[in-house]
């Protein structure tokens, strides 16, 4: 593979930054018919790659791509999935570069979705052009690409139940995950769920004037802020009642052997630009982004955010609130814990309102499994060191599904770095990471 790499390297960057240049933005509107283009696009480069069949695939939302090839009915089936939609790209003054126009600056590919997930997807195209072309397939190979999974996927898990014949497979590979390091690889054994809120405090009902109102009445946005902060105690332990209660405890021996990744305090805090780290007391910073839940604040706002100022008392404020969660919760219950305990917190002086946008659960496959060995040595070949197997803290809410649709379990073979600053300006993926992730990928069909 390494030679084909090389033979092919020219190539294989312009047809992935072909895929770069279209700008499908899932969650804008404008953007619709960019999700079309790409989507065609994935179709063409799969025929040429070698599928006998890929297609574009209209759901209720933005289209699904299918593709196959089918070598013997009775071998083993691959199902890649991966996506093609991407974030917005706001801030755009603090990139460096066009995010729609890919750069390679210092060994990296610059562009929005470089990582996520156009260049990891693109990796399994070309992993699965030179098992063809070469002779080397031994696997029944089918392709499902989707355009929301920035959004929840909803599209996408309308359309497996009624096509859970057509995805029929042993096992659902996928990049769309980092690694812990470039020289100590990683892979992931599970991801977090995800539950996603949104909340909208009310008060007066107008807007007032903060010199004859203030201090005589609930400010909507003091209100939240203070709901919000109450939701975590001093501990960093969530305070919704049963929030816990279907979370189950690592084993001492389990944490042991998540333990091995390595890990420098000073390093990941100088990464993100932090003099200080905090989370839930008792588990260490790895556990507490990979094997505990969360909850985070995604955004917030309400009153006079404009230049200058204006003296008011808005008459509603609101928020965005996300849960991570572990393997064994469930996102519509957590959902339904988080409505009933915020609504239960408000004072009489406010009303609350809370909706629930998205969520999916989390899940696990057992490192024991042939599929994860098969990964494992591929890796291991590849990077010259035995990958750390790891929990993602991270959630792909639609693997979890089809997981139970098609009795297959997800394998998550992600070759992204932290460095790489996926859903921020100036996302980029080492060219290194691009071509030995193509390399594991050709291996793993070789082992499992």
């Known amino acids: 593979m390494k030679q084909y790499i090389e033979k092919n390297r020219e190539r294989f960057l312009e047809e992935l930054f072909s895929l770069l240049r279209i700008p499908s933005v899932s969650s804008e509107s404008a953007h619709k018919d960019d999700m079309y283009r790409c989507a065609q696009r994935l179709v063409e480069l799969l025929k040429e790659a070698g599928a006998d069949k890929a297609e574009v695939c209209r759901t209720t939302g933005h289209p699904v791509v299918y593709g196959e090839k089918i070598i013997d009915p009775k071998r083993p089936t691959v199902l890649v999935y991966g996506h093609y939609d991407v974030m917005p790209v706001d801030p755009l003054n603090l990139w460096k570069s066009d995010p729609f126009e890919p750069e390679i600056r210092d060994g990296a590919i610059y562009a929005r979705g470089a990582n996520d997930d156009k260049g990891q997807t693109f990796m399994h195209i070309k992993a699965f052009e030179f098992l063809v072309r070469t002779g ?48 100590i690889p990683s892979i992931n054994c599970g991801m977090r769920g995800i539950t996603y809120m949104e909340v909208t405090v009310k008060g007066p009902n107008k807007d007032l004037h903060s010199g004859h109102y203030g201090g005589g009445v609930y400010n909507p946005i003091n209100t939240l802020c203070q709901m919000i902060a109450s939701l975590i105690d001093e501990d960093g332990h969530i305070t919704i009642k049963g929030f816990y209660d279907d979370v189950v405890e690592l084993s001492r021996k389990d944490r042991k052997m998540l333990g091995r990744a390595p890990y420098d305090a000073k390093e990941y805090m100088d990464n993100i630009g932090v003099k200080a780290l905090k989370g839930e007391k008792g588990y260490t910073t790895l556990e507490r982004v990979g094997i505990r839940p969360c909850l985070d604040v995604n955004g917030i706002w309400g009153g006079y955010i404009g230049e200058g100022s204006k003296t008011v008392i808005p008459s509603e404020a609101h928020a965005k609130i996300s849960m991570r969660l572990v393997p064994n919760q469930d996102s519509k219950t957590i959902a339904k814990l988080f409505t009933k305990h915020f609504k239960a917190i408000a004072p009489k002086g406010v009303t609350v309102e809370v909706e629930e946008k998205h969520g999916g659960d989390g899940f696990l496959i057992p490192i024991s499994s042939k599929a994860y060995k098969a990964a494992s040595k591929a890796v291991g070949e590849v990077y010259g060191i035995e990958p750390v197997p790891s929990r993602g803290g991270g959630s792909i809410a639609i693997l979890a599904e089809m997981q139970r649709a098609l009795h297959a379990d997800p394998l998550l073979m992600g070759f992204g770095l ?3 600053f996926i859903h921020s300006p100036n996302e980029s993926y080492l060219l290194d990471q691009l071509f030995k992730g193509m390399e594991s990928i050709a291996k793993f069909y070789q082992y499992f």
């Open 418 to 420: 932290e460095r790489d």
């Open 136 to 183: 080397q397939l031994r696997h029944n190979v089918k392709f499902l690409f989707e355009g929301e999974e920035e959004m929840g996927s909803n599209a996408l898990s309308k359309w497996i139940k009624t096509h859970k014949k057509l995805l029929a497979c042993d096992i659902i590979l996928v990049s769309d995950t980092t690694m812990l390091n470039e020289k």
